[in-house]
């Protein structure tokens, strides 16, 4: 049984203080924390991923008066070296003087991963009438691995194409739908065909994409 050390209210004296950042869940606003005590580190690598995921947690102990609002669960923290913190569980302490978060970080192993983007498209009618996309840049820099699956023969636009389809494992819980693409590090663009959304909070979004060899993909805003 693990004896975790009395933290005091005010932090301003204890050792290893950094600075975070905080998103509430639902809320991208960022939230800047002077005063953040991390502390009960410990990582595993995840068994289905065969060592290329691992996944940390730790607690948090942050004054109630700098951070001003409750912590729901799926908030984030962001440490000072740009590590992402899924609150997975919220206590008030100090008598009521310290919010302690339990949190769950999920990184992909080094050497598999790359940064990539997601775009998202306006829909508007051309001049024949037909609708099309016009695709501009949603979030960028975020890290995934991307792992091919299998090559098949389809139709697409009436002539036969090669798809080859992949599987992409994207280190945050990212809310994709029909109006999003992936594009890779190299320019290589993804069709997303299915999501599979974190089954538990801190855990990747898996999506399941298509490459399809010289698309169509419409104009770049």
Request: net charge negative; with cysteine.
């Amino acid at each position: 049984m693990t004896i975790e050390p009395d933290v005091a209210s005010d932090l301003t004296f204890a050792d290893g203080i950094e600075s975070v950042t905080f998103r509430q869940a639902g809320d991208p606003t960022p939230m800047t924390i002077g005063q953040a005590l991390r502390r009960g580190e410990q990582s595993r690598d995840r068994a289905a991923t065969l060592g290329q995921q691992t996944e940390t947690e730790a607690v948090w102990h942050i004054p109630v008066s700098l951070l001003g609002v409750e912590p729901r669960l799926g908030a984030e923290l962001i440490d000072s070296a740009g590590v992402r913190w899924v609150v997975v569980a919220v206590q008030r302490q100090a008598f009521g003087k310290r919010w302690r978060l339990t949190t769950r970080s999920t990184s992909l192993a080094d050497g598999v991963n790359q940064r990539i983007t997601i775009q998202q498209a306006t829909w508007k009618a051309g001049r024949s009438g037909d609708v099309q996309a016009t695709w501009h840049d949603w979030r960028c820099g975020i890290v995934a691995r991307i792992q091919a699956r299998q090559t098949s023969v389809g139709v697409e636009n009436a002539r036969q194409e090669d798809r080859t389809l992949f599987t992409v494992l994207i280190e945050e819980d990212v809310r994709l739908g029909s109006e999003h693409r992936i594009v890779d590090a190299q320019g290589v663009v993804y069709r997303i065909e299915r999501v599979e959304h974190a089954g538990r909070l801190g855990e990747p979004t898996v999506v399941h994409v298509c490459r399809i060899d010289a698309p169509d993909n419409g104009p770049v805003s």
